[in-house]
């Protein structure tokens, strides 16, 4: 049951220590799962929440989204490793970058991201890409799986176009989930949480949805229901 209740990442995207404690108790044991990234970065203590989280026993994401030369990328993963992190993010624009970080990972599990959940085909094209956001999805999915990758973060329109090109056991930790619908934010390529555990996901990534509910922990146990329903059956 509570690998089960894993399944609900939340982004724990806030700019300070305190607002993250806030969360973490906010939330008790209706979260299992933290991300956290760049906000908290800047606060000075990302390093001391991390391991408050894992003091509490909870797994955690880092989720950074590192891109820069191999070596450099290999290097950070290596010093990453060292904390008990489960899952790291690259971008999976570059096999060798993605080689050099999967060689380097020691226990975490490294996930390629492929294209963020707020870009469409026209933002794709702006960047010279003529593929859809479809193809470009399972094109670097593949290239994330080749280079030594654990899985790929991908909005859950594209999970069960994965899941077919990749293994089972290669995650999909989906991102862009609206519970209620789309909000009309700037995430454009989203999907409600029972479609994405169906199209193939793992893991999904919710933030908003849970923050700005008039009562979070409530929402959290929601969606956890809705995850039992369709992946404890």
Same mark, same amino acid.
């Given at each position: 049951?509570?690998?089960? #209740?894993?399944?609900?990442?939340?982004?724990?995207?806030?700019?300070?220590?305190?607002?993250? /404690?806030?969360?973490?108790? /906010?939330? +008790?044991? *209706?979260?299992?799962?933290?991300?956290?990234?760049?906000?908290?970065?800047?606060?000075?203590? $990302?390093?001391?929440?991390?391991?408050?989280?894992?003091? *509490?026993?909870?797994?955690?994401?880092?989720?950074?989204?590192?891109?820069?030369?191999?070596?450099?990328?290999?290097?950070? &993963?290596?010093?990453?490793?060292? $904390?008990?992190?489960?899952?790291?993010?690259?971008?999976?624009?570059? #096999?060798?970058?993605?080689?050099? *970080?999967?060689?380097?990972?020691?226990?975490?599990?490294?996930?390629?991201?492929?294209?963020?959940?707020?870009?469409?085909?026209?933002?794709?094209?702006?960047? +010279?890409?003529?593929?859809?956001?479809?193809?470009?999805?399972?094109? /670097?999915?593949?290239? =994330?799986?080749?280079?030594?990758?654990?899985?790929?973060?991908?909005?859950?329109?594209?999970?069960?176009?994965?899941?077919?090109?990749?293994?089972?056991?290669?995650?999909?930790?989906?991102?862009?989930?609206?519970?209620?619908?789309?909000?009309?934010?700037?995430?454009?390529?989203?999907?409600?949480?029972?479609?994405?555990?169906?199209? +193939?996901?793992? $893991?999904?990534?919710?933030?908003?949805? &849970?923050?700005?509910?008039?009562?979070?922990?409530?929402?959290?146990?929601?969606?956890?229901?809705?995850? =039992?329903?369709?992946? +404890?059956?």
């Amino acid at each position: 049951m509570t690998e089960l #209740r894993e399944r609900l990442i939340f982004a724990l995207d806030v700019p300070t220590a305190d607002e993250a /404690r806030q969360w973490i108790g /906010r939330l +008790g044991e *209706a979260v299992q799962f933290y991300k956290i990234g760049m906000e908290l970065l800047t606060s000075g203590d $990302y390093f001391r929440v991390l391991d408050e989280l894992a003091a *509490a026993g909870k797994r955690i994401f880092v989720d950074l989204k590192f891109h820069d030369v191999p070596a450099t990328v290999g290097h950070t &993963i290596k010093g990453l490793s060292r $904390y008990p992190v489960d899952f790291c993010t690259i971008h999976g624009q570059q #096999r060798a970058m993605m080689q050099a *970080a999967a060689e380097n990972k020691g226990k975490i599990r490294l996930l390629a991201v492929t294209v963020l959940t707020s870009m469409d085909a026209e933002d794709l094209r702006d960047q +010279g890409i003529q593929r859809s956001p479809a193809e470009q999805v399972v094109q /670097r999915a593949q290239a =994330a799986r080749d280079s030594g990758c654990d899985g790929v973060i991908a909005s859950g329109q594209e999970a069960a176009l994965i899941r077919a090109a990749t293994a089972d056991d290669f995650l999909i930790v989906c991102p862009g989930i609206r519970p209620a619908g789309p909000a009309g934010d700037d995430q454009k390529r989203t999907v409600d949480v029972p479609t994405a555990f169906t199209n +193939g996901a793992h $893991y999904i990534v919710v933030g908003r949805p &849970i923050r700005q509910a008039p009562d979070p922990r409530t929402e959290a146990e929601r969606i956890q229901a809705q995850i =039992a329903a369709v992946v +404890g059956k």
